[in-house]
């Protein structure tokens, strides 16, 4: 596609998604963090339509705008980012719905998933760092083989309780992914999440399980057990 045909294509969709704006539902939104007011279902629609297009995605991504950059993740091929690329994409993702997307439906189906995942754990930024929890997680579920579980269960006993919002979030989801996924592990993941509380007060609606990792380990744990 010429260098044209992708401009006049990238107006288009962000007039589209410009009338999509709803102002109700960006003050919602906002509260969470994430500057938009575009109905995903809707916006998920408009990335159907326009299928699979990288070059597209990339000019997307480039305008810093929240709706037009979730579009961009929901219509790239995550296998053509090279590391350094995702790395930048990753620290500039200020929305929290971004950051999310970029992380899952990217990063994680990347050749580069985990070079990145131990380089973020590591970044002194928190929610760099929380990033790099999140591709923990997905290994502690999918390819443990390799992971020192009393590591990270060492990390996660001396920094969730005082880190950040969204370290913290990622960190209990790994704590309770090991409850979950390994029993050799259980009777200690279950001990921490205990101690430290993390999440025990958290508001939880009917039907749904409590993040509160013992309470969380021991719903998945029982349901596995009666499947």
């Not at 992708?6 to 994430?34: F, I, Q, S, Y």
């Not at 500057?35 to 297009?53: E, F, I, M, Y």
């Not at 754990?121 to 390819?143: F, H, I, N, Q, Y």
């Not at 790994?174 to 101690?195: K, N, Q, S, Y």
Request: with cysteine; charged share 30%; glycine share 4%.
């Amino acid at each position: 596609m010429s260098e044209t045909m992708t401009a006049g294509l990238l107006g288009e969709v962000m007039a589209e998604l410009a009338v999509l704006e709803d102002p109700k539902m960006r003050e919602a939104n906002e509260k969470r963090g994430d500057d938009h007011g575009v109905n995903l279902s809707k916006l998920r629609a408009v990335a159907k339509r326009l299928k699979t297009q990288q070059e597209l995605a990339r000019e997307l991504w480039a305008t810093n705008d929240t709706p037009a950059r979730l579009v961009a993740l929901l219509i790239c091929r995550p296998k053509a980012f090279e590391r350094d690329e995702l790395d930048t994409m990753l620290r500039e993702a200020r929305a929290p719905k971004v950051h999310d997307w970029l992380v899952n439906y990217v990063v994680k189906k990347s050749p580069h998933a985990e070079d990145l995942r131990v380089a973020w754990m590591a970044d002194p930024d928190p929610v760099v760092a929380s990033a790099g929890w999140a591709l923990t997680s997905e290994r502690v579920a999918k390819t443990p083989a390799g992971l020192d579980f009393p590591e990270l269960l060492d990390i996660i006993e001396a920094q969730m309780r005082d880190a950040p919002d969204r370290l913290q979030w990622a960190m209990n989801h790994t704590l309770a992914f090991i409850g979950i996924e390994h029993p050799e592990h259980r009777a200690r993941a279950l001990d921490i999440g205990e101690r430290l509380e993390v999440l025990k007060d958290y508001p939880t609606p009917p039907n749904c399980t409590s993040p509160f990792a013992p309470i969380w380990i021991n719903e998945m744990v029982s349901r596995q057990a009666t499947a």
